[in-house]
């Protein structure tokens, strides 16, 4: 392909898409990647043998080996942060407001209310897996 062939280009993050049904949490033998009970999914670093299965589960590219700790790695969503009512690092970082976070069982979230307003795209749908990260405006090509 031809640079200059290229008519638009579309920047997706690699970060967890905190599945609603995730093949990470159903893969691991050990119960190391879990999702806590309003929804996040998280990796216990004490229990990952690093085996690597849900590396290769995940169809978002999102989890990779920690060549120090030699356990799987991936983005947590600022679990830590989210707790103490803060926004995650990258929400906060992000100095054009790209990136939101929200509560989408809250109907009166602003994200909840542009989910619902607005159109907007997950990532592989057809995987099943119900991602919980959404994209507004995401070309058909892209996802």
Known sequence: MNPKDIV???FVPKLCNQCDSPPCVQVCPVGATYQTPDGIVLIDR???IGCGYC???CPYGARFFH???KVA???TFCFHRLRKGMKTACVDACPFGARLIGNLKDPNDPVTR???SQR????KDSFGTKPQVY????DENVR
Do not use: R, T
């Open 8 to 10: 638009k280009a579309f």
């Open 120 to 123: 907007v795209a997950v990532l």
């Open 73 to 75: 790695e991936k983005c």
């Open 46 to 48: 004490k229990w990952c």
């Open 67 to 69: 060549p120090i700790h």
């Open 135 to 138: 994209y507004l405006g995401m």
């Open 114 to 116: 542009i989910v619902l």
């Open 55 to 57: 590396i290769m589960s």
